[in-house]
């Protein structure tokens, strides 16, 4: 018997047929890291819309246009060469400046504040918040990593985009596939949900939030600021001020947004600027100085690799799926 994964593979159409790419160059007008700049969009190692190999970033997305297919490489004096493939290559190229973080201003950020973001600011002077300007996607995906292990969300992820999600064009180093469109997220069945091991309230989070999709994304996109966008985002049902502050990273490079209630984050941003844990209030008023730029602290504070070291061994979530 044929599992569910092949069942769903088989009633798509094959790896799309190669076709020359479209190419472009960005030279960024400051230094730039490109893996740290993009990587983050990535949701775990096994995330089937990127991936890395040869130093070059791949990257399957669903744009305004269609599927694309990304490949980004940094070449002599910084310069990031692309190229894509398929219909939304266009599209994809043309926001290659935002995905590499030219949008992102660090203007008024003092990394004086602290002897540890000073010497990570000083050690990465190319580290920029990327934005993929993907509301939706970047929603999903939030909503999935709500109250789970990193485990349980990037598995679930990596199911549901391969099983109902379009097989990515062009020379991929392995099999990668864009996510769905929002009409086919809101109507993956609830078995599916089962099957990938997503818990009930986030697989009702994502099929109601599609049932207002493209509002969601108009507004959110329209909104002049982060706060506009937290109020946006918040008044949608099982939408918390954590699922708010991922989506707003991903899609819009917020450098300010702060993941509260974050089962790590708060005991990180602790350890490594007083040494001592701290909860979700004492870590915003650790990060007040940096206010605008809270994101681009974190960031740096993770750059360090000043993290907490792990207290106990790694949790093992239970697996529901065959119940």
Known sequence: MRSIGERARITRDPRPVATRPRESEYRPQHPLDLFRAVLPQRHGSGDPTMTTAGGIIWRASRTPDGVATLALREGPGGVVRAAAWGPGADWALGQVPALCGADDDPSGFD?????????????????????????????????????????????????????????????????MFAPPTIEQWRHVPSWAWHRAGLEPPQSRTIVEAARHGESIVRATTRASDGIERERLFTSLRRIGPWTSAETRIRAFGDPDAVSVGDYHLAHHVGYALTGSRVDDDGMLELLAPWAGHRQRAIRLLYASGRIEPRRGPRLHPEDHRDR
């Open 111 to 175: 990394a004086s504040v602290h002897p540890l973001i000073e010497e990570a600011h000083h050690r990465h002077p190319g580290l920029r918040i990327g934005r993929t300007d993907l509301v939706f996607d970047a929603l999903v995906s939030a909503i999935i990593e709500q109250k789970v292990t990193g485990l349980q969300a990037f598995g679930a992820w990596r199911r549901i985009v391969t099983w109902y999600g379009e097989r990515a064009p062009g020379p991929t180093p392995k099999p």
